[in-house]
């Protein structure tokens, strides 16, 4: 069974969602992505320790960020979510993907912006 998701979607993988950097999560929404989902194992069931727990803490204070700055934090989340588990995987990008569409272009996108489309 293929699993179905929106075609948009840019999937990057990493070793472990514990090396994710603040820096790397502003700096896509910087770069106009619409929204960004880290997904991170399970908790207590992480190769490297605590990588995923870093990871959810990390986008929990960029998401501060986003809202101090009047960006909003609706954008960008965190899930844990087994490796295995495929149907949740694109369960949760659908939902994600749902929610960007109601939100609209990301006002940093310079691509919608060209296109006509929202800011």
Known sequence: MRLQ???????IEMPCSGTIEHR????TIEDGADGVIVA???EG???????NIRAKKRVHQVKKILDEIGFGSERLEFYN????????FAAIV??????VLQLGPSPLNKN???EGGAA
């Open 81 to 88: 979510l087994p490796a295995s588990d495929g149907q949740r």
């Open 24 to 27: 790397v999560l502003l700096k």
């Open 112 to 114: 919608a912006k060209k």
């Open 5 to 11: 998701y929106a075609p948009n979607v840019r999937i």
């Open 94 to 99: 659908n939902e994600m993907t749902d929610r």
């Open 40 to 42: 991170g194992c399970m």
């Open 45 to 51: 069931d992480c190769h490297f320790l605590k990588g």
